[in-house]
């Protein structure tokens, strides 16, 4: 199995910065993307952003240009740098990770998990 521990998250003032972070733990081969999504209340859960590659990145129209994604293979490790926060950002935010678990004789077994979620709250 592979888990994800968010961390990072906390009460901040609008304009202000976060970073969240969330390490990837067990049986793992590969961390081929990951991604941070956030669901506020009364909502569904959107996308914030992704990363498979330097290359390969995407994000939310609404974080664009405040947000970066970034992952550390070495550590694991994803991190998602939060800057001019907003009121609107205020939201649960969960990490997601896909790749691959060792070899078991036949195949490498895929994988997609998700994190417990880290709470954000972002005060006028």
């Known amino acids: 199995q592979v888990q994800l521990v968010e961390s990072g998250g906390g009460l901040v003032q609008a304009g202000g910065s976060l970073r969240l972070s969330c390490a990837a733990s067990?049986?793992?081969?590969?961390?081929?993307?990951m991604g941070w999504y956030r669901q506020a209340p009364g909502k569904q859960r959107e996308l914030v952003a992704t990363?498979?590659?330097?290359?390969?990145?995407n994000y939310a129209d609404s974080v664009k240009g405040r947000f970066t994604i970034s992952k550390d293979n070495a550590k694991n490790t994803g991190y998602l740098q939060m800057n001019s926060l907003k009121p609107e950002d205020t939201a649960v935010y969960y990490c997601?990770?896909?790749?691959?678990?060792?070899?078991?004789?036949?195949?490498?077994?895929?994988?997609?998990?998700w994190g417990q979620g880290t709470q954000v709250t972002v005060s006028s």
């Open positions: 997601n990770a896909q790749g691959l678990r060792p070899w078991n004789g036949v195949r490498f077994p895929d994988y997609d998990s």
């Open positions: 067990g049986s793992i081969f590969s961390i081929n993307a």
């Open positions: 990363i498979a590659s330097s290359s390969n990145i």
